[in-house]
């Protein structure tokens, strides 16, 4: 499962900073029917979390009602050097992980 | 409820007006149960989509909330809801005071045309509520799309 993070490269410390991740993910809902009728197991990012230099800053709860690919944009303020880490884990079981460094002046 | 008890609620409200009005406000059950009996108040939380949705697969969406954010005044959690979805409650978005900015995007699935509601926790334990129409032409998850 691929991601696409985009944060800033710099900050100054105390910024508040745009963090904007996009999975690959069908986010398939579980109602639709293949071509010979059967049903499609529903599979779903569940839980998708943001942890910065190790401390978890943002986190959310997916359902089917997410779009497939699901994109979310969310705040944080930058305080210190280091990796913004991403851990997502859909209904399968399967986990994904992304990380994007930034560097925080002042 | 029992009878007795929706009566006696019913001449509570009659009584003051303020609350009256507060009561009849069209807000899903299940944010009062989520709520577990705390008031859900509008303001505070500010809901945009669009107006009208061509596809109801991918809705842009967009929470703010209006929090200083500081460790004494932030908010804790979004939580969205659907009317009409099959699964109501779409997402919970959990913040704190290091997120700066209380403001979430993303994109939606909308089974046909409803309303749209976003709770906000805040961390003095108050919830605030925004709710947003929307008319959706090709709706996601019925259509078998």
Known sequence: MAARIQIPREARRGDVIEVRILIQHPMETGYRHDDVGHLIKRNVINVLSCRYGGVEVFRADLSSGISANPYVQFYTVAEASGDLEFNWIDDEGQQGSERQSIVVRG | ????????????????????????????????????????????????????????????????????????????????????????NMANFYLGPRAGKAEIDSRVRLAGSQRVTAVAKLSDGSFWYDSAPIVVTLSACLDES
Not at chain 2, 15 to 34: E, I, K, M, N
Request: aromatic share 4%; net charge positive; no cysteine.
């Open chain 2, 1 to 88: 409820m029992k009878r007795r008890d929706f009566l006696a609620g019913a001449v509570g409200a009659l009584a003051l007006p303020g609350t009256a009005l507060a009561q009849v406000d069209p807000l899903d059950p299940l944010v009062r149960a989520f709520a577990n009996g705390a008031a859900v108040r509008k303001g505070k939380v500010t809901l945009v989509l669009p107006q009208l949705a061509d596809n109801g697969n991918s809705v842009p969406i967009r929470i703010t909330v209006d929090s200083p954010m500081t460790a004494a005044d932030h908010v804790k959690s979004i939580h969205l809801y659907s009317e009409r979805n099959p699964v109501p």
